[in-house]
């Protein structure tokens, strides 16, 4: 008997431990990478775009952009490092471009069962301008809620491919 109640005590041990390892939420940058062009260049109508962290050997985001009758535009969710930094390489219809997001990181505590998380506030962002015409800082406040931070313009003037 003293057996049986050892062993129901175990596992009810292994299923509260169990619950308690849920992963934490993830604080996301949400970036919109859409059109500058307001005339709606016919011959453009779509775009290659891929994503790929600095030093990562498989994109982050590989799609493309097709132009419908209303604005095309396409929300990407982007981790952030914990360090001052963070680099991306954009590719947009095979021509490059590098942005680096600078910004300041806190931990902040969800619960017993979740732990930490980052939350990041944005900085300062540096860019080329080969593809991209602008990036509009909307919400500097990265957090476990997506909501849009950043607005990624591209300039469809020097788009030339299809």
């Known amino acids: 008997m003293e057996k049986i109640i050892q062993f129901i005590f175990l596992l009810f041990a292994f299923i509260a431990c169990k619950d308690v390892l849920d992963p934490p939420p993830q604080a996301f ?17 779509s775009i290659t775009v891929s994503v790929t962290g600095v030093n990562m050997d498989e994109p982050w985001i590989q799609d493309t952009l097709v132009r419908t009758n209303s604005d095309t535009t396409r929300t990407v969710l982007l981790p952030l490092n914990d360090t001052p930094s963070t680099d991306y390489v954009f590719v947009l219809n095979d021509m490059t471009d590098t942005v680096s997001i600078s ?24 860019y080329t301008t080969h593809r991209i015409d602008y990036i509009e800082v909307v919400d500097s406040s990265v957090t476990k809620e997506w909501n849009e931070n950043i607005i990624i313009n591209i300039n469809t003037d020097i788009i030339t491919d299809n």
């Open 103 to 126: 910004s300041d990181s806190k931990l902040i505590y969800e619960s017993m069962e979740t732990g930490f998380y980052p939350e990041f506030k944005i900085l300062d962002i540096l």
């Open 29 to 45: 940058l949400n970036a919109t990478i859409c059109y500058t062009d307001r005339d709606k260049n016919a011959d453009l109508d």
